[in-house]
């Protein structure tokens, strides 16, 4: 059977190959920081731009599809999965590294329909590494098949989180003592890479066995969903249930095992949803 969605699925692929050779370039140039909620939540008008070059190639093939970017919900757009063809898009996954050159730098765009994710891109682009994964078709980086490591030993895992001071004192608490619980177990690390989408492909990829976050977003998660399942990764919800795009939490790993003694560990903090005003 034909399918149906494999001409969007290549379509995304040249327009992130365009919007990675785009951040590049802005590399060499100076890079001019704003903020958006907090001084620790950047963006660039190299985010803004490749938002908009990535949405004007879509729309201009696809005029009835729907768009969720990072950088049009921060600009007012609403933020709601439907069951029309939606493309949920973080143009610049990693942008504090961005703007320190720090080279995990990525073009995450995932593809849902009926609110199920049917394929997800993350072009790391300083590193030049391009994941791909269709649903049931397995997972890709570079054309070559990867797959989670298989781990089922938490005490021989590395583990990767992200580190980051919100706004809220509580939460930034709650996040330190997670990460003193699970280095405790102990596991054989902690890394933090700076970009949520990179996280879930260097699991998906066996370079690290899982990965937990509260406080992202949608667009941070929907490509890499569909990479770290078709890599043969489990991903879950923060307390160990079924995972859900819009909640703004996740636990993925190299089998269901780690998961749960993640989320066995977890003291989890309320971080809203994506589809819901804070
Ligand atoms: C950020 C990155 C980072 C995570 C932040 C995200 P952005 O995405 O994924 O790893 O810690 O929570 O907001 O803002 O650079 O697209």
Redesign the pocket.
């Known amino acids: 059977m034909a399918d149906e969605w494999k001409e969007c699925m290549d379509h995304c692929l040249e327009v992130t190959k365009e919007a990675g050779k785009m951040i590049r370039a802005a590399l060499q140039k100076d890079i001019a920081i704003m903020q958006k909620s907090s001084p620790v939540d950047l963006v660039t008008e190299t985010d803004q731009k490749v938002e908009q070059l990535i949405i004007s190639s879509i729309k201009e093939k696809y005029p009835t599809h729907s768009f969720i970017g990072?950088e049009s919900v921060a600009a007012g757009a609403p933020s709601i999965l439907t069951d029309n063809p939606t493309w949920i898009i973080?143009p610049?996954?990693?942008?504090?590294n961005f703007v320190h050159r720090f080279p995990f730098v990525s073009v995450s765009i995932g593809f849902a329909v009926k609110k199920e994710i049917e394929f997800g891109i993350v072009y790391s682009c300083i590193e030049d590494k391009m994941y791909t994964a269709r649903k049931g078709n397995g997972a890709f980086c570079d054309g070559v098949p990867i797959k989670v490591s298989g781990q089922e030993d938490i005490t021989k895992s590395l583990v990767l989180t992200?580190m980051?001071f919100k706004k809220d004192p509580e939460h930034f608490k709650t996040m330190m003592a997670n990460i003193k619980t699970i280095l405790s177990i102990p596991v054989h690390g902690i890394r933090s890479p700076?970009?949520?989408?990179v996280n879930m492909c260097l699991v998906a990829c066996g370079a690290a066995d899982a990965y937990y976050?509260m406080?992202?977003?949608c667009w941070?998660m929907a490509a890499g969903a569909a990479i770290i399942r078709e890599a043969g990764g489990v991903i879950t919800d923060i307390s160990g249930g079924p995972f859900d795009l819009m909640s703004r939490r996740l636990i993925i790993a190299s089998s269901r095992t780690i998961a749960e003694h993640i989320a066995s560990k977890m003291t989890v903090f309320p971080c809203g949803r994506d589809d819901l005003e804070d």
């Open positions: 990072e973080d610049i996954d990693g942008t504090t992200e980051g700076g970009s949520a989408a976050h406080g992202i977003h941070d």
